[in-house]
């Protein structure tokens, strides 16, 4: 292997199938490689016994299979189990499998740091260092399957995928995407296609791509129902506010059959958990197909905020329950461990630091 090998884990099953064809090889080797890969955790081409020797040697002078390195790993009380994943160049992300009952939700990154700076949101304190390739967003999930004995071909420990981690996805489109339909594919991780969900914070032309680009579902990160507000909390809103969200969202979810869209509402206290904010996002919400999250406020140091009272929470849902809006509360899972929403932070190196405001503010 050479500094110049490509990395195999960049690709998905079109890549590699196209790969191969640009080599004068069959296209169907990209099947057979992506098994190996995903399926039989092959690091190396000396174990792929249904490829020939040539072929073979071929690969292992031009080709690696490199996935990004665990720092370590973490269990916490309730079964949630946390990595700190190394990627190049220095910076750490953090994966979460966070088991309930016979579903198994794994929580991925797709950015070192995060660029958006939502004001509740610890990643977003640390600022802003790069898009993960595509081998370091796969890369998660592979550490993740193998270490759970997931198997896309057999047991699926993995019921489901979120891109609820660290960064926001929609800014890191191409390789998300690309990423997605490796966890999707029937040759590698087997994830049904509305099981692999990715969460934004609303980044408008990047949810009307979304909808060509991958069958996935959709969640978006609301958290509050009105402009001024959602300005303070989410600051991209000022970009593209809650009227061009929301008629986003209704594209998306005209797509198939109105599939529902999930919002995220992360609850703090005092801030957004009023009941007339409940009856505004009833409003708000009645002309698109949605599930609401809501996410108790999940502490970190210095942050400006608190969970409201289980009553304060409890009254909001009760208000969208009775005008119809399936609406759960989020267990917080893994806060013994930092892996609850909103406390991944990893090491990230950052280039932009927005964040010093928010760490001005008192605790
Ligand atoms: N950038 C994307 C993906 C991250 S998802 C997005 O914003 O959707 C992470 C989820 O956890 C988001 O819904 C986010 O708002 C929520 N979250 C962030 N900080 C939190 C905190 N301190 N407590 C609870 N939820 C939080």
Redesign the pocket.
């Known amino acids: 292997m050479t500094a110049s090998a490509t990395n195999l884990l960049e690709f998905d099953r079109a890549g590699l199938e196209a790969w191969f064809d640009a080599r004068g090889e069959k296209s169907f080797r990209g099947v057979q490689v992506l098994k190996w890969i995903h399926q039989q955790w092959a690091d190396d081409f000396s174990a792929m016994s249904n490829l020939g020797k040539a072929l073979r040697e071929t690969l292992a002078a031009g080709a690696c299979i490199r996935e990004p390195q665990v720092v370590s790993h973490h269990e916490s009380a309730d079964g949630t189990r946390k990595w700190v994943v190394r990627v190049a160049d220095g910076n750490c992300v953090e994966t979460v499998f966070i088991p309930d009952g016979p579903r198994g939700t794994l929580c991925i990154s ?1 950015q070192a740091g ?1 660029p ?1 700076d ?1 004001r ?5 304190r640390q600022g802003f260092s790069r898009n993960l390739a595509v081998a370091e967003i796969i890369g998660q999930v592979r550490i993740a399957a193998r270490a759970l004995g997931h198997s896309g071909h057999g047991t699926r420990v993995i019921t489901n995928i ?8 929609l800014l890191n489109f191409d390789n998300v995407v690309t990423a997605m339909a490796i966890m999707m594919d029937d040759n590698a991780y087997g994830i049904a296609r509305r099981k692999v969900t990715l ?3 609303g980044i408008v032309p990047g949810i009307d791509r979304l909808r060509d680009a991958s069958p996935c579902s959709l ?3 609301l ?1 509050a129902p009105e402009n001024a507000l959602r300005d303070e909390l ?1 600051p991209i809103n000022r970009s593209y506010p809650l009227g061009e969200l929301m008629a986003a969202c209704r594209r998306f979810a005209e797509r198939d059959g109105r599939a529902p869209i999930t919002f ?1 509402y ?1 609850m703090l206290e005092g801030v957004n958990d009023s009941p007339a904010l409940a009856r505004q996002l009833v409003r708000l919400l009645a002309h698109v197909p949605a599930k609401v ?1 809501l ?6 140091p210095g ?1 400006p ?1 608190r969970r409201p009272a289980p009553e304060t929470v409890n009254r909001f849902r009760d208000i969208l329950i009775e005008a119809g809006i399936m609406t759960i509360t989020r267990k917080t899972r893994g806060d013994d461990i930092d892996a ?4 991944l932070v990893g090491q990230v190196l950052a280039r932009s630091a927005r964040h010093r405001r928010l760490q001005e503010l008192p605790a």
């Open positions: 797709s995060c958006l939502c509740f949101c610890s990643t977003g979120v891109l609820m981690g660290m960064g926001e996805p969460s934004t914070a969640a978006v990160s958290h989410v995220e992360v999250n996410i108790p406020f999940n502490a970190f942050a905020f609850a929403c909103g406390q």
